[in-house]
């Protein structure tokens, strides 16, 4: 019913930048928050951004300063642009969109995910 496509991750020297992307589709109604997480190989999944629908956004610490989220609700998009890119940060990157369908229901959806490496 909805599918989110995640592109844009791959490998880059420390100091490097990145934007990932994530595209909507299927039978949306609206789209309200939006949030990039992550995952590190033995970790759990961390939140990395959010951001609502009125454009309120919040990062984990770690990325304050490097990291932006951002939607166009037009395009059914949400970014993260990583600027300053560290070792640290390699992971699979997840997208998640709390989605209004067209038969009035309201959850969330994950991407399948895209890998982000950050290597010397």
């Known amino acids: 019913q909805v599918q989110l496509v995640e592109s844009g991750g791959g490998f880059v020297q420390p100091g490097e930048s990145l934007r990932l992307n994530c595209v909507a589709s299927?039978?949306?109604?609206?789209?309200?928050?939006m949030a990039w997480y992550r995952q590190a190989p033995g970790k759990q999944r961390e939140l990395v951004a959010a951001?609502?629908?009125?454009?309120?956004?919040r990062y984990r610490d770690s990325v304050k300063g490097r990291f932006i989220i951002d939607m166009d609700n037009r395009k059914r998009t949400v970014y993260l642009r990583m600027n300053y890119l560290r070792p640290e940060d390699t992971a699979v990157y997840y997208c998640n969109a709390n989605i209004t369908t067209f038969d009035w229901r309201r959850q969330g959806y994950w991407g399948q995910g895209t890998q982000v490496t950050v290597s010397s």
């Open positions: 299927g039978m949306i109604l609206s789209m309200n928050d």
């Open positions: 951001i609502t629908s009125a454009g309120n956004t």
